[in-house]
């Protein structure tokens, strides 16, 4: 007995021998790093000391500070960065759907400013400020080498005041300017209406209001059409919506959606994962679902669209989305600012990340630009005649007045369509997929 006993104590010893031969390295290299860490920080004081005590002018010690820190945040991504206390007061007013600006959303890309996406009725979507622009000079100030902070401080201003921006555009050779008179941005988050039998949901931005926006007006369209069973379909129109609120995406996600997985999102570590699902319920109860997106759909907008097309509940169409398929966690800080940083990438229901790649439409329609129209087609239309315009035609007595009624409304359904296809390609071929969709639906005769 004793000598298994003693066989086992030393195996014991063996074991604590060869782990702590092993874990003294360990400790030894995370000494260094901690050490290492404070060399730096050193460096940093000493820096920050011959700054206040040797720089040509005399520099505030906090401004210091907080550029210091935004420098550390912006070095990480695109997306991370402090926020001042005024910065911090302002999104938050944005969140709510109410604020002062241009009325883009912007992102930093080779160091100029690239605009993610005008929004809808703003002075600069109204200006034609496209997504995709880069914006190279403010009022003459050149926005290079500056951070996103400081370029977007640059574009604001009193309400009513004019500012000059110069814009890089594919497809223009040459810069050029715009001038926009700032404004209070006042976000409608959801706009609603109904396009011959199919209802429009245009939703802008995905703020505290998106969702109970969407839901009243999804009701209020159904109830003019005279209820579902005269509605033909949905269009959920993303086109330039750069994002939000991550629960609104989810929520907008799940109205659609019987079950499943809406999105995951992973983090540094395995156990900050989370996994959000849907509930029971279809607003639009089965009816069909088309997704219109664009290079101005961002975050918020790629979730729904991700989660939709996994699902095979929508078919997604335009073109491909902005791929903005991080998150990022606003963490208050003491003095009342706050710090966002990107804690996380999100997944659709597939696992598929899109960060960078962005939402591949099941179809592709690009929205073509509007030529002008000549002189020569603008006589043509408006001297254009037929049969029935000449003095003294015969008239069509072969169909009863209501077939007659019926051969106009269909007419003038037609070139409602046509007119919407001038207006806007995009929507109008999301809506004549939609005829189609409904065409091929068993009837319930």
């Known amino acids: 007995m004793k000598k298994v006993v003693m066989a086992a104590m030393g195996g014991t010893l063996a074991g604590i021998v060869a782990t702590t031969q092993f874990v003294g390295p360990l400790v030894a290299q995370e000494s260094a790093r901690t050490t290492n860490v404070y060399e730096q920080l050193d460096l ?6 011959r700054i206040r005590a040797q720089y040509v002018e005399e520099v505030d010690a906090g401004d210091l500070i907080e550029a210091a820190i935004d420098g550390m945040l912006t070095s990480l991504d695109p997306h991370s960065s402090y ?8 999104m938050r007013v944005q969140t709510r759907g109410e604020f002062g600006g241009l009325g883009i959303e912007v992102t930093q890309e080779e160091g100029f400013v690239k605009v993610v996406s005008p929004i809808d009725g703003t002075p600069a979507d109204e200006a034609g400020i496209e997504a995709g622009d880069f914006i190279t000079h403010v009022d003459g100030t050149s926005v290079l080498g500056l951070t996103l902070d400081d370029a977007v401080d640059l574009m604001r201003g009193p309400v009513g005041s004019e500012i000059i921006i110069t814009v890089v555009r594919e497809g223009e050779a040459e810069p050029f300017d715009v001038s926009i008179i700032r404004d209070t941005i006042k976000l409608t988050a959801v706009r609603t209406r109904l396009q011959g039998e199919s209802v429009v949901l245009r939703v802008t931005t995905f703020n505290d209001q998106t969702y109970a926006n969407l839901e009243a007006g ?5 109830e003019a059409a005279g209820g579902m069973d005269n509605v033909e379909g949905i269009v959920l129109d993303l086109r330039n919506n750069p994002g939000g609120l991550l629960n609104q995406a989810i929520r907008v996600s799940d109205a659609f959606l019987e079950k499943g997985e809406i999105v995951s999102t992973r983090g540094r570590n395995p156990e900050d994962g989370d996994r959000y699902n849907a509930t029971p319920g279809d607003l639009a109860e089965g009816k069909p679902i088309v997704v219109l997106i664009n290079g101005g759909s961002a975050s ?3 979730i729904v669209a991700g989660a939709l097309q996994d699902h095979r509940r929508a078919i997604v169409v335009g073109t491909k989305s902005f791929g903005k398929g991080s998150v990022q966690t606003v963490m208050p ?4 600012g706050a710090m966002r940083l990107t804690t996380a990438r999100y ?8 960060q960078s790649l962005g939402v591949s439409p099941d179809i592709v329609v690009a929205q073509p630009r509007r030529p002008e129209a000549t002189e020569e087609e603008e006589d043509t239309n408006a001297f254009s005649r037929s049969e029935a315009d000449l003095r003294g035609s015969l008239g069509n007595d072969s169909l009863s007045e209501d077939e007659v009624e019926q051969i106009e409304a269909d007419r003038a359904k037609a070139e409602a369509a046509a007119a919407l296809r001038e207006e806007d390609y995009q929507l109008a071929y999301a809506i004549d997929i939609l005829k189609g969709l409904t065409a091929l639906q068993p009837s319930n005769d």
Do not use: V
Request: glycine content about 8%; charged content about 30%.
């Open 44 to 49: 940093f004081g000493d820096i920050f000391e």
């Open 347 to 354: 997944y659709t229901p597939s696992g598929r990340s899109i």
């Open 83 to 90: 926020l001042s206390p005024d910065d911090a007061a302002d």
């Open 300 to 302: 918020a907008s790629e």
């Open 218 to 222: 999804l009701a209020e369209q159904i």
């Open 333 to 336: 800080l003491r003095g009342d």
